[in-house]
């Protein structure tokens, strides 16, 4: 499904704590580009209607409807780290088929400079998935060749991430990909080149470690929580400082529409039937732990709470 236009973010990076562990986003672009049918094919009309004076003031563009979105990162500077959670889209990539990521010329690194870090400095990158606007700027155009952006940085994501893409990446088919029959169909699959040319750079540098998405820690109160659907493997970050949890959650969710109307999947999701149940613990999740939710899609201050209305959820952006 071709992306439009867009445009690159400009507002200034907004810092939180957990604990002891400050978050700072770091930016990238905001979406201007999806009608409500064309983000959440097969959605009721009236839904956006019923649920919009609840959403938040900036997320839904007055004039023509669309649903607003952004790509960016999560800086963590810890006791011990400095963190990247998901790399966002990246410079110089070719997508053609999503125009709007196509060869983007954006200040990245200048925001995370503005952050308090160099690329250098990051030494651990932790992702929710392996989807082309969360990886892209694990590598840089130098001289005609991707080479790893985070030099120092060890990439951490799940086995059956990388070697479901890099079966794709090989021309095999999501059927014989090796995608686990409790997900249901696919009814997509990643962009193309973004495995080639995002993700095993950093592989060959010997800069990846591979795991099994199963909730053990990996640095500092992090670890990884299952909750595929969106993508084959995809990842929900759990953060616990102090007493205090924070939730990365990464595509589970585009926009908050999906807090009030959890049966809506986006169109971006390989697989649908997954999608919903992680969708549903993950809002189960976030309510019962008080957690805050750092998203990876949403506008304004992209962090908010969940709480439990009754059999239903509500946002509220912090």
Same mark, same amino acid.
Request: include cysteine; hydrophobic fraction near 40%; charge should be negative.
């Given at each position: 499904? !071709? ?54 003031? &900036?997320?839904?563009? @007055?004039?023509?409807? %669309? ?6 990162? +999560? ?15 990246? %410079? ?5 088929? $999503? ?14 400079? $503005?952050?308090?870090?160099? !690329? ?5 990158? #932790? ?9 892209? +700027? ?7 060749? +991707?080479?790893?952006?985070?030099? %120092?940085?060890?990439?951490? *994501? ?10 794709? @990446?090989?021309? /095999?088919?999501?059927?014989?990909? &090796? ?7 696919? #009814?997509?699959?990643? *962009? ?17 470690? @591979? ?7 990996? @640095? ?14 995809? $990842? ?5 400082? /102090? ?27 390989? *697989?649908?039937?997954?999608?919903? /149940? ?7 999740? $976030? ?20 709480? /439990? ?5 509500? +946002?509220?952006?912090?």
């Amino acid at each position: 499904m !071709p992306i439009k236009t867009g445009q690159t973010m400009s507002r200034d990076s907004r810092t939180y704590q957990v604990g002891d562990i400050t978050v700072t986003r770091i930016d990238e672009l905001t979406l201007n580009v999806f009608p409500l049918a064309m983000l959440y094919p097969g959605s009721d009309p009236a839904t956006l209607g019923r649920h919009k004076d609840k959403l938040g003031s &900036g997320v839904v563009d @007055a004039e023509n409807g %669309n649903l607003i979105l952004s790509t960016h990162s +999560w800086l963590l500077k810890t006791p011990h780290h400095a963190i990247l959670i998901d790399t966002a889209t990246g %410079n110089d990539k070719a997508r053609p088929y $999503a125009p709007i990521f196509d060869q983007l010329k954006v200040p990245y690194l200048d925001r995370l400079a $503005a952050g308090g870090v160099q !690329p250098d400095d990051i030494d651990l990158v #932790v992702f929710t998935h392996l989807h082309a606007d969360h990886v892209g +700027w694990n590598t840089s155009l130098v001289d005609g060749r +991707w080479v790893p952006t985070f030099r %120092n940085a060890k990439h951490v *994501f799940s086995k059956l991430e990388q070697s479901y893409n890099e079966k794709l @990446a090989e021309g /095999r088919k999501p059927a014989e990909a &090796g995608a686990p029959a409790k997900l249901g169909a696919a #009814v997509g699959q990643p *962009f193309p080149g973004v495995f080639d040319d995002s993700v095993r750079p950093v592989i060959e540098a010997g800069l990846c470690q @591979a795991i099994a998405i199963d909730g053990s820690e990996i @640095a500092d109160g992090l670890s990884l929580l299952p909750s595929p659907g969106h993508s084959v493997d995809h $990842a929900s970050i759990r953060l616990v400082s /102090r007493g205090e949890e924070a939730l990365f959650s990464g595509d589970v969710m585009h926009h908050p529409l999906q807090v009030y109307e959890p049966g809506l999947n986006s169109c971006f999701c390989e *697989f649908p039937e997954a999608a919903l /149940r992680s969708r549903a613990w993950a809002l189960e999740h $976030a309510a019962e732990h008080k957690a805050k939710v750092f998203t990876t899609h949403f506008v304004e201050s992209s962090v908010g709470s969940i709480e /439990r209305k009754g059999d239903n959820f509500a +946002w509220r952006f912090i």
